[in-house]
């Protein structure tokens, strides 16, 4: 497997380890308006990433270019806006109806990043090691 | 009121600049990517993974300013005791 496969692989794998880890911290330790928050945010978040995923993966390849023309654009876009869409409404009816707090909602939501932050630092360590030998 | 005003803008402003500066971010990535595709398609694979990391980086940006703006206008600490002044005026 590529090096750089192997990163979405461990982004992905960290990405949902994280959002375990995190939902039971917050489960145990927090009031259930910030666990759920952490717990929605982390959901709602870990979804688009895959959907994201899978969006690019199966369409941008030049196969897939060659072979789909105009409705490529289209296919690619409609899918973005319409998950962009059902998240921020998702996160407005959260918010705007007080059934989470704010702030474990911005935990929740930190998941993905925080994984890829992870991916890096981990790629950075190597990299480092690998020089110093 | 100046208050809730001052909440209105802000939220507007934050999730418009936030907007704008990832709607250019994921343009000029995507423009890169696809250029880069058309011209190595054997890179391809490589071009597809950092695109998606690039991706959702830039959309985890705009999705913050969305929940600070929502944050602003729906859950703000002091927004329940200026409400409750102004309905009181």
């Not at chain 1, 870990?46 to 899978?54: H, Y």
Request: aromatic share 8%; proline share 2%.
């Amino acid at each position: 497997m590529h090096d750089l496969q192997k990163i979405v692989v461990f982004v992905t794998k960290t990405n949902w380890l994280l959002f375990m880890v995190t939902s039971l911290l917050a489960w145990m330790t927090t009031p259930t308006d910030v666990s759920l928050g952490v717990l929605l945010g982390g959901l709602i978040v870990s979804v688009n990433f895959q959907l994201l995923k899978k969006t690019i993966l199966d369409n941008f390849c030049p196969e897939v270019v060659a072979v789909k023309g105009g409705s490529f654009v289209g296919n690619i876009l409609v899918k973005y806006y319409i998950r962009f869409v059902i998240s921020g409404v998702l996160i407005f009816l959260l918010i705007s109806n007080h059934i989470v707090h704010p702030l474990g909602l911005l935990v929740g939501l930190s998941v993905v990043v925080a994984s890829m932050f992870l991916a890096t630092m981990l790629e950075l360590t190597r990299l480092f090691f690998k020089e110093a030998v | 009121m100046e208050f809730l005003v001052g909440s209105v803008w802000a939220a507007g402003l934050a999730i418009g600049i936030a907007a704008f500066g990832c709607g250019i971010g994921q343009g000029l990535g995507l423009a890169g990517a696809m250029n880069g595709i058309s011209r190595n398609p054997e890179a391809a694979g490589k071009i597809q993974v950092n695109m998606l990391i690039g991706l959702a980086m830039i959309e985890s940006l705009c999705i913050y300013a969305l929940v600070v703006s929502l944050i602003l206008l729906y859950a703000h600490p002091a927004l329940k005791g200026t409400i409750a002044v102004v309905a009181a005026h």
